[in-house]
């Protein structure tokens, strides 16, 4: 059973907008980050071939889709570390 998102899995975020219509996003996950104060997740929506990264506020998410769960790594290395108080 999954218990959290992993670094590396494939996720469709679905977020709202300040339009009419909610925003779907499918990619890597990268990582977390914060703006500001608020959370956010950090996902590659380009191909494999090329970067494109989209930041996106915990606080727009209306659902995850999990599409490809990958295993999480070891988390002994200090890099791997996130705050968010």
């Known amino acids: 059973m999954m218990t959290h998102l992993t670094k590396g899995s494939r996720y469709k975020i679905v977020s709202a907008s300040s339009t009419e219509e909610n925003v779907a996003s499918d ?16 996902l590659n929506i380009g191909d494999p071939k090329s970067e494109k990264l989209r ?7 209306l659902y995850i889709d999990v599409i490809e769960q990958t295993e999480e790594k070891d988390k002994q290395e200090k890099g ?3 705050y968010i108080s």
């Open 27 to 42: 990619g890597i996950l990268e990582g977390f980050l914060t703006m500001g104060e608020e959370p956010a997740i950090l």
């Open 55 to 61: 930041v996106i506020p915990v606080s727009t998410i």
């Open 80 to 82: 791997d570390l996130n």
